[in-house]
């Protein structure tokens, strides 16, 4: 059983958003909110800078303080993957996972439910990458199976340096950034 | 708690408006483009090319129970390799913009205040052909001026030259990348041209002056960039502002803004003192050396320190950085090149840098592009012209060459010399914002008997015109044919995936039925746009069925390098690169590049400098619901040491107040440390007056507003816009 992850590739990321967008219109999300998100986080006196970009979203943990925390089995682990999921229709949107994810990942859905990245299960499903990893121009967006060796995700954790964010939160976070 | 009453409690709190709801207006699929159309779990998956910036990506429009759901790119197609860009990607929010132009409008009360009368496209049509034959019958046909943006403007063009009018430009020469095709052609006596034909995804090391890749998104550009930094290319980037693509530089030069060309004489003479140029490419395709090498050499790194501020070893060491990897070390030639004035001759002396390293014409370098060719359409012959065009009498500007000068036609509809316009047409580019000082371009316009704009937003501009024709959006129209040149030749074609919402027209119609009223309906012998493209098409050998299956057709590979079978040509006097230009000695100016030393700020004053973001293109996007979610307004980068001077933090709103005393519209501070602490910065496009298009009215600060200052190229006429200084007010 597959495990999925993504590597994201900071040093080509340019911060532009088409990942933004791209989970927008694949997904209908509200204007307003979003399921993923750009941080540019940049250290020194000019000239002297240094500056990562990258692009974020829900990190599909290992260790799910927003599924444990969930009081209607709505927020879930589906069963391919290893993905974090919410079932809207049992969700009665008390914002217990809301306030439970360090990565402040999950919003509340004009329409009363929580929601979030879904990876874009429903295209992975179909044999497709997540819609942003498919529209990025910079080509910074790995997605696969981190428990498969082989994979491409895989061979770049063993072949850069990476980090995770927040990796004092016990969360074991599956998306990692290479630097 | 009950789950639903919970949830409709959230609905009536939440103050959004979901796409979802969006998404439910009231468009409708073309239902008879079914035979072209790939069908997947009821979806239809439509072919085409983009218009959200200049690029013309391809694109696969995907429409959803009739209702446009999505755009991705065309893995097909070479220039977006299956990626759009962020603002292609949104460009189902033109579509489904609410503040759309809906209908033809004629002016009501005064030019500019944006007061209209709803029309019938019948009546819309007889008022311009009216105006339009009086014209003619005053002051002739060239009394006409078209201003023109992007493919769309292509049957316009047309039915200008049916007309009798030789008057036709666009910003994008002297408002933008005219220097640079100039300084190029005066080289290698060929442009840079659009897609540019730099070989980025080759290059090994990639020189960036001012050129924010990343931040402006020219998609293959970008792509290749990515590519590029992965395979570990050297990048050296040159910029007052720590821009994204410095961050992924091995090294960044802080220049002082102003001052590129003492830079590029100075990395010219260590170079050539030290012998480093690629010998046998000069000696075999270069001309006049001996005389550049003399005069470059007098100007060291430490001479070019005291301009510049940049360290003399630092100049030294990306000097030899850039030997290192030539000939595939490329120095981008940017776009928007309209600087400080002596922007031609600076791009002339970026372009004899790539001559150093040999780079023109090799892999890494810049590649020797080809078109798919398509033959014209067989229209009859135009009317004679009765007069030159007006926009650069006497050739003042010896070097405008190919493109007409817009603020010379501007210039000419003002003084009237040398003969009256009294007419402009204006297809796709808001004015207001593309051309520098507002008050010229008002006072201009005043003068005219007949404005046309051709828009599908209220732009600014729109809001002068006396006649306002809504145009459809890209995605609800056919268009001409896109054949870029290109490292494949390739042809592209543009089709509608969904119907206009309201009585919007596409501008191939508009050109037909005016054609027509005008008494020109000889030049528009077609049916409908479909058989002027299968026309076009047959006589290339293909067909409009057979393009609208994948909505690209690829032409044979050629190569692209003079290392691989591409014959070198220069056409230039000398037949070679011109090291030293002896037509330009000829007319006057420096045959080998020199420093000019330009005004610097005073006391408390701000060299203003704008650029590109992501998401939006120029000022053609704001209102676009899904891309101003995500930028809705600009902000000022202040470096952070002088923000704290002056009491600022990030998220104050402060105006700008110019060296003419023009006061911008509110604007958020970013106190930033990415930015020199003699210049400010801020994204083009913002801070809109129109009146009409309620959702970014004001929003932000107009650079173009305090841009009453610039600079003339003496060679081109080309309109610098950086030469203006700005000051903080505090009191909003």
């Known amino acids: 059983m597959p495990r999925y992850g993504m590597v994201i590739d900071t040093r080509k990321c340019v911060g532009c958003q088409d990942c933004v967008i791209a989970c927008k219109t694949e997904n209908n999300v509200p204007v307003g909110y979003n399921r993923d998100w750009i941080v540019t986080e940049s250290h020194g006196k000019y000239p002297n800078i240094q500056m990562e970009i990258r692009t974020e979203r829900c990190n599909h943990c290992s260790e799910t303080p927003c599924v444990s925390c969930c009081p209607t089995g709505a927020s879930h682990i589906h069963d391919v993957g290893g993905v974090v999921l919410i079932t809207h229709e049992v969700c009665i949107g008390c914002k217990a996972c809301v306030q439970a994810c360090p990565y402040d990942a999950r919003f509340i859905h004009p329409d009363g439910y929580a929601d979030k990245c879904t990876f874009c299960i429903h295209r992975v499903e179909e044999g497709l990458k997540p819609a942003c990893v498919e529209v990025c121009p910079t080509y910074c967006m790995y997605f696969g199976d981190l428990d498969d060796p082989n994979s491409e995700v895989s061979i770049l954790l063993q072949s850069r340096k990476w980090h995770v964010n927040l990796p004092d939160a016990g969360t074991q976070p599956n998306i990692f950034y290479l630097t | ?732």
């Not at chain 2, 009086?134 to 006409?144: D, S, V």
């Not at chain 2, 201003?147 to 403007?153: A, D, N, Q, V, W």
């Not at chain 2, 007409?404 to 808001?430: C, D, L, M, V």
């Not at chain 2, 992501?614 to 902000?635: G, R, W």
């Open chain 2, 1 to 732: 708690m009950n789950s639903l009453s919970r949830r409709k409690f959230l609905k009536i709190s939440g103050a959004t408006i979901a796409t979802a709801a969006v998404l439910a207006s009231s468009a409708k699929s073309i239902v008879n483009a079914a035979e072209n159309v790939t069908k997947k779990n009821g979806l239809q998956i439509i072919p085409s090319y983009c218009d959200l910036c200049f690029w013309k990506c391809g694109l696969l429009a995907y429409v959803k129970d009739g209702k446009l759901w999505k755009v991705e790119g065309n893995p097909k197609d070479p220039l977006s390799n299956g990626r759009l860009c962020p603002r292609g990607t949104g460009g189902v929010g033109a579509h489904y913009d609410t503040e759309r132009l809906k209908s033809p409008l004629i002016r009501k009360n005064l030019r500019g205040e944006e007061k209209w009368v709803e029309v019938t496209w019948n009546e819309a049509f007889d008022y311009i052909a009216d105006k339009m034959n009086k014209m003619k019958a005053t002051y002739g046909p060239e009394a006409m001026a078209l201003f023109s943006h992007g493919i769309g403007g292509n049957f316009i063009k047309h039915l200008l030259r049916a007309f009798g009018s030789p008057n036709e430009t666009a910003p994008s020469f002297a408002q933008c990348r005219g220097p640079r095709e100039v300084g190029f052609e005066l080289t290698f006596g060929d442009v840079v041209g659009s897609p540019e034909r730099t070989d980025i995804e080759n290059a090994k090391c990639i020189v960036l002056i001012g050129s924010h890749l990343g931040e402006n998104m020219h998609n293959t550009q970008v792509q290749e960039f990515s590519h590029a930094v992965e395979k570990g290319a050297s990048i050296i980037v040159v910029d007052p502002r720590f821009s994204v693509a410095a961050s992924k530089a091995k090294y960044y030069l802080p220049i002082k803004p102003g001052t590129d060309m003492a830079l590029l004489l100075a990395w010219m003479s260590v170079i050539v003192n030290e012998k480093l140029y690629d010998a046998d490419y000069i000696s075999k395709y270069g001309n006049g050396f001996e005389q550049f090498a003399a005069e470059v050499s007098q100007y060291t790194p430490e001479w070019a320190y005291i301009e510049t501020g940049i360290d003399p070893e630092l100049i030294r060491e990306t000097a030899r950085e850039m030997v290192r990897y030539k000939p595939a070390t490329l120095i981008h030639p940017g776009r928007h090149a309209t600087w400080y004035g002596d922007d031609a001759q600076r791009s002339r002396a970026i372009a004899l840098l790539n001559a150093l390293m040999g780079s023109w014409g090799r892999k890494g370098g810049f590649y020797v592009p080809y078109s798919y060719s398509i033959p014209k359409y067989p229209y009859p012959s135009y009317p004679e012209l009765m007069k030159e065009p007006l926009d650069n009498p006497n050739g003042k500007y010896p070097f405008a060459t190919g493109e007409q000068i817009s603020t010379g036609i501007r210039e000419a509809t003002i003084t009237g010399q040398p003969y009256p316009i009294k007419g402009w047409f204006i297809y796709g580019t808001n004015l207001m914002q593309a051309l520098p000082n507002r008050d010229e371009t008002i006072k201009a316009l005043q003068n005219l008997d007949l404005m046309v704009v051709v828009d599908v937003i209220p732009s600014e501009i729109a809001g002068w015109a006396d006649v306002v024709l809504p145009e459809s959006v890209y995605l609800e129209r056919y268009d001409d044919l896109n054949a870029s040149p290109f490292r494949e030749g390739f042809v592209g074609i543009r089709q509608p995936a969904v119907e206009e919402p309201n009585d919007q027209k596409p501008n191939w119609w508009m050109a037909k039925k005016l054609g027509e009223k005008l008494g020109l309906g000889a030049y528009f012998p077609w049916k409908d746009i479909e058989e002027y493209l299968d026309i076009r098409l047959k006589l290339a050998g293909h067909s409009l069925t057979e393009i609208k299956k994948e909505g690209i057709i690829k032409g044979p590979k050629k190569p692209i390098y003079y290392d691989n079978g591409v014959e070198p040509e220069f056409l230039t006097p000398s037949g070679k690169i011109e090291f030293y230009s002896t037509q330009l000695a000829k007319a006057g100016f420096d045959p080998v590049p020199r420093y000019t030393k330009h005004p610097e700020p005073p006391v408390g004053y701000f060299r203003l400098l704008y650029g590109r973001a992501p998401v939006h293109t120029f000022s053609k996007t704001q209102s676009n619901p899904i891309l101003a979610d995500l930028m809705s307004e600009n902000e000022i980068w202040v470096n952070a040491d002088l923000a704290e001077k002056y009491g600022m933090k990030t998220g104050d709103r402060i105006k700008l107040k110019n060296q003419d005393g023009v006061i911008s519209d509110p604007i958020k501070v970013r106190a930033t440390e990415r930015i020199r602490q003699d210049c400010v910065y801020m994204v083009h496009g913002f801070g809109q007056k129109s009146r009409q298009l309620r959702s970014t009215y004001k929003k932000g600060a107009s650079d173009a507003e305090l841009v009453t200052k610039y600079n003339t190229d003496p060679l081109m006429g080309g309109t610098a816009m950086n030469v203006n200084f700005v000051t903080f007010e505090m009191e909003v």
